[in-house]
């Protein structure tokens, strides 16, 4: 590809590039993989908050899994090598599972806000039911977001 100007490091560098990333990479993803397990396996951890928590968790995962990796790939060799399509889902899966995150976080901090200033009425408040509905709407909205707008090219508005 004549459009990606590849700067070449030097293999000792590459190495501890690749060395340090892929350890970030690896802890991201085993840590979100271990509190998704724990709380799926344990069942006294099936509580409204740890659902939040298991989303939250299961999008940290996915984040290690389908963007730190390709990045760090594209950061040490300096070129995406993976074609178009594979570039457009990349980036929509970076911006959906960031805005989840994000979504996720900010639904943990609603929970706990009502767990404290209501607790009497927190169980009647914060079911499981209102918890996955919740849940549910943090995806489809970022699912939304990501994909479509890399795909309807609404990120290239304005670029020329």
């Known amino acids: 590809n004549i459009s990606c100007v590849k700067t070449v490091y030097p293999l000792h560098f590459r190495v501890i590039l690749y060395m340090v990333l892929g350890v970030m990479v690896i802890v991201t993803v085993c840590g ?7 709380i799926i396996y344990f069942k006294q951890l099936h509580t409204p908050t740890n659902y939040l928590l ?10 290690g899994l389908m963007v730190m990796l390709p990045d760090m790939i594209q950061s040490v060799e300096t070129c995406w090598y993976f074609g178009d399509i594979l ?6 899966s970076d911006v959906m599972l960031c805005t989840t995150s994000i979504m996720n976080l900010s639904l943990i901090s609603i929970d706990r806000y009502n767990a ?4 009497l009425l927190y169980r009647r408040k914060m079911s ?3 918890v996955l509905l919740m849940i549910s709407f943090s995806w489809s909205v970022s699912g939304v977001v990501g994909f479509g707008q890399i795909f309807l090219r609404l ?6």
Do not use: Q, Y
């Not at 570039?87 to 929509?92: F, G, P, T, W």
């Not at 990120?155 to 020329?160: A, Q, V």
């Open 128 to 130: 499981g039911h209102v």
């Open 155 to 160: 990120n290239l508005i304005g670029i020329e």
């Open 54 to 63: 298991v989303s939250l968790a299961v999008s940290d995962f996915l984040l």
């Open 87 to 92: 570039c457009k889902v990349h980036l929509s």
């Open 32 to 38: 979100n993989l271990l509190v998704t397990v724990s």
């Open 116 to 119: 404290m200033i209501h607790p």
